[in-house]
């Protein structure tokens, strides 16, 4: 008998319309270092899509930041796609539909930036890889992901459903695996003391990792740019000797 935890992005599937109803408008903008980031700001994007976009509140500062002619959130659930294209419907660039992070209903290289904000710590490890492969696939320029990262990986019980993990994971290593996604921005932090509060970290304040709470807290975000050409072209004659 497989156990909840190999079914566990389906089931965190049935909580996207209990998520979006209880934070629709409560979540806060995209912080300065994204709305103010140079390398963006030099090349607006002119198409966004926020994979796991919940009440849509981050998606919409991206929009007022940048100004893109389609901005696209995506939630597995349809009727939070339904409920958020009704709440936004007076931001006519901006559309909601349904899909996952493992399986993105787009073409490769759709997006000039695609952002994946606090999501991938609740997909379940069986379509992690998937999730990040898709990210990189859609991505025509920029890639932004922020999650929960600690000094180490690992899964903490999630107090809704018995048998349901959420992960506390690293994810640069594995987009940077691919081999044509190269880091262009870096930062870590936790939220603080008081809320709405952000307080920088270093990978030095992460230790030791026993009996540290900022590693139960600690966020990283990063801000990837594609380029094909990232890894050298060598023919057989540059190894011969």
Not at 25 to 50: C, E, G, K, M, Y
Not at 147 to 171: C, I, L, W
Not at 176 to 202: C, F, K, Q, V, Y
Request: aromatic share 10%; hydrophobic share 40%.
């Amino acid at each position: 008998m497989t156990s909840p935890e190999a079914h566990q992005t389906q089931e965190f599937e049935a909580q996207s319309l209990r998520f979006v109803e209880s934070h629709l408008r409560d979540f806060p903008p995209a912080p300065d270092w994204v709305l103010n980031s140079p390398h963006l700001i030099t090349q607006p994007p002119t198409s966004i899509v926020d994979v796991g976009c919940g009440p849509g509140t981050y998606l919409a500062s991206l929009v007022e930041a940048f100004g893109p002619q389609k901005a696209v959130g995506l939630e597995p659930s349809g009727a939070a796609a339904q409920l958020l294209n009704g709440t936004y419907a007076d931001h006519p660039s901006m559309s909601f539909r349904q899909g996952s992070a493992h399986a993105l209903p787009f073409e490769a290289d759709s997006f000039d930036l695609v952002v994946c904000w606090s999501v991938l710590h609740w997909v379940g490890r069986n379509e992690y890889l998937q999730a990040l492969g898709e990210l990189i696939r859609v991505t025509r320029t920029h890639l932004l992901v922020m999650d929960f990262v600690a000094a180490e990986n690992y899964r903490v019980p999630y107090s809704h459903s018995e048998g349901m993990f959420t992960y506390k994971q690293d994810f640069v290593p594995a987009i940077l695996a691919s081999g044509i996604m190269t880091i262009t921005e870096d930062h870590r932090w936790w939220d603080g003391n008081n809320p709405g509060s952000i307080e920088p970290l270093t990978t030095d304040d992460l230790q030791p990792f026993a009996s540290n709470p900022l590693n139960y807290h600690a966020r990283r975000g990063t801000l990837f740019t594609k380029d094909y050409t990232a890894l050298p072209s060598l023919q057989a004659s540059n190894f011969d000797s």
